[in-house]
């Protein structure tokens, strides 16, 4: 059952990094989602070494893009860097939304198109794939200017799948009537970087961020996106992304065993 399983560290948001390895370890998941922010806290090369000595596998590494503020091509070259220091093949870009003060949407696309240009060799490089994650169009304004698959599919077909590929993520996808023609062209293309999963419940909460429900708890046909996944022969990880108050509020293990109960009933 959890051969695939893979804990996103965001899941579990305030279980410190050396607890979080442990109870993964000893729980049997064999793949974890690392944030940049608690490395940093812990320490790069404390997080690689640990992430070694348990025996595990980082599936992804959160975040890079951000392509609004201006710092954005060196830290972004950073964020590939410390993937290719923890192991991960993937590093998860969230495109970023308009710079304050701005209204040009298509003038933000463009920019992260001519920051992949300069980004994908250099992920290439280091040995990292670049997975461009669409958000759900509420995101487009502050955190994501790439809200469908397609679109991020556009974006990333000047370049290699080994440079640049495309995240699918239940959560930000569900509700988009071409997805299923997306996850057959992101299959053909050979760019599926990674899988995520989350459910959708409503009513969102004030400021919409941690709205994301549990598995199960909502009206995503997750075992079908899963299904459509595998269907393209994507084999990869299958990770647990919810960003969600009362999960947070848990004890890291009764919250990986809740995931990893709500994944057997409603994802595998």
């Known amino acids: ?19 979080l390895l ?10 974890v989602g690392l944030w940049r922010e608690p490395v940093a806290e812990y320490g790069l090369a404390r997080t690689a070494k640990l992430v070694r000595d348990h025996g595990l596998a980082v599936t992804s590494l959160c975040r890079g893009g951000f392509f609004q503020n201006p710092d954005a091509l060196d830290d972004n070259r950073r964020a590939i860097e410390e993937a290719a220091a923890l192991g991960t093949p993937v590093l998860c870009l969230v495109s970023g939304g308009l710079p304050d003060g701005s209204r040009d949407l298509d003038g933000a696309r463009s920019r992260v198109a ?39 599919l556009d974006l990333a077909a000047p370049f290699s799948p080994t440079q640049v590929g495309v995240m699918v993520d239940t959560y930000h996808l569900w509700w988009d009537p071409d997805v299923w023609d997306g996850i057959a062209r992101a299959g053909a293309e050979g760019r599926i970087a990674l899988f995520q999963v989350a459910d959708w419940v409503t009513p969102l909460p004030e400021g919409v961020l941690t709205g994301r429900g549990m598995l199960g708890d909502g009206r995503i046909e997750l075992r079908r996106f899963r299904e459509a996944v595998d269907a393209t022969g994507y084999t990869g990880p299958v990770e647990v992304e919810i960003f969600n108050d009362e999960l947070w509020a ?19």
């Open 1 to 19: 059952m959890t051969t695939r399983f893979s804990l996103n560290q965001w899941t579990t948001r305030h279980w410190p990094v050396p607890d």
């Open 22 to 31: 442990a109870g993964c370890a000893s729980a049997g998941v064999h793949g």
């Open 114 to 152: 001519d920051l992949l240009a300069e980004l994908a060799p250099y992920a290439g490089e280091h040995g990292v794939q670049l997975a461009l994650e669409p958000l759900h169009p509420m995101y487009c304004s502050d955190r994501c200017v790439v809200s469908t698959l397609a679109q991020a």
């Open 250 to 268: 848990m004890p890291g293990p009764a919250a990986l065993d809740l995931a990893l109960s709500r994944y057997a009933q409603h994802v595998a």
